[in-house]
């Protein structure tokens, strides 16, 4: 990809909502029909090629990847959204780097350049990258989702994420992440050949809760990038095109509120408003509660106000009490 970039005419949400069709067709073709066509062969695996064992185990692993990405990689490594002692630290990194998705320090410092340049140039995935027409965000949804993973152009370490770069036992995780990449695959067929004690369980626990899940943690990250930049409500005033997105909140674990922490990039809570279920938030709660993770940064209602498009959803902010009215 050495396509030049353009700078990102503002757009209208209305003018979104018109380009919609051929967005939804590009996303279907790239994102949801492969995941559909394993899907459709669920029941066709089923009892031989696909058990509760399985289930069960794809669970655990996407949960523990999938978190390590966004409670790890993301709120804690990134943006700092509360300290933790170097046990958690190490568990966050470990746990992260089983998603496959990069060493923390590459991860750390594309996701910086990308909230610095947010759908600007320099953003290294923004679906606005090749303008605004629909030809144009169809392509730009692909490069947002996989394309820029092949992009020539690196995110320079020692810039962005200099402080990853320091830290010796992130260091050594980064040394061993080909180790870390055969535990993640090799784990689930390990305790799928032990719970079931046979080699057929050992295999397709490795399709379904090693293989199937990397996909899908990895498609769900993606679409952080892409749907989540393009698709869905901005109810906050973010200076980019982010969205919010509900049904991606639950396999997201409350990443694809989007808009809101483009808004507050720092808050360890992205699902702000009432009723939007945000998985990580509530297990950064636990952690607080336990004493595993210290000084969170869990978002201001007041200032959360001040940043709304429609002052008058103020009512649905989570612990937003309105000034009470004071007689003259
Ligand atoms: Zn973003
Ligand atoms: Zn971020």
Not at 174 to 192: D, H, M, Q, T, Y
Not at 220 to 245: A, K, L
Not at 277 to 304: F, N, T
Not at 317 to 328: V, W
Request: glycine share 8%.
């Amino acid at each position: 990809m050495t396509a030049t970039p353009e700078i990102v005419t503002p757009v209208r949400p209305e003018e979104l909502q018109i380009q919609g069709n051929a967005m939804r067709i590009t996303i279907g073709v790239f994102v949801v029909v492969p995941l559909l066509a394993v899907v459709a062969a669920i029941p066709v695996a089923w009892g031989s090629w696909l058990s509760w064992t399985d289930i069960a185990l794809l669970v655990l692993f996407y949960a523990v990847t999938a978190a390590g990405i966004t409670i790890g990689y993301h709120r804690y490594f990134t943006h700092g959204s509360f300290k933790a002692g170097r046990g958690v630290k190490i568990l966050l990194a470990l746990a992260g780097s089983m998603a496959l998705e990069g060493s923390i320090r590459q991860w750390v410092a594309d996701h910086r350049k990308h909230h610095k340049y947010s759908d600007e140039v320099g953003d290294p995935h923004s679906p606005w990258r090749f303008g605004t027409s629909k030809r144009a965000v169809a392509k730009g949804l692909y490069f947002a989702h996989v394309g820029w993973l092949f992009d020539e152009e690196q995110t320079a370490i020692e810039k962005y994420a200099p402080d990853i770069k320091a830290d010796k036992d992130l260091e050594a995780i980064s040394r061993w992440f080909p180790a870390i990449v055969a535990a993640s695959l090799l784990l689930p067929a390990l305790l799928g050949g032990l719970i079931t004690w046979s080699w057929v369980g050992a295999l397709t626990a490795f399709f379904w809760a090693g293989l199937f899940r990397i996909a899908i943690v990895h498609h769900v990250t993606w679409s952080i990038n892409s749907v989540c930049h393009v698709f869905g409500t901005r109810p906050f005033d973010s200076r980019d095109f982010s969205t919010n997105v509900w049904w991606l909140a639950i396999p997201s674990l409350g990443e694809s509120w989007h808009n809101l922490h483009h808004a507050e990039p720092t808050a360890a809570r992205h699902g702000v408003l009432k009723g939007q279920v945000d998985l990580s938030a509530v297990a950064i709660r636990a952690m607080e509660r336990a004493g595993l993770a210290k000084d969170v940064r869990w978002p201001k209602p007041e200032r959360l106000v001040k940043k709304l498009e429609d002052p008058t959803m103020a009512h649905r902010i989570r612990g937003y009490r309105a000034p009470s009215a004071t007689s003259a």
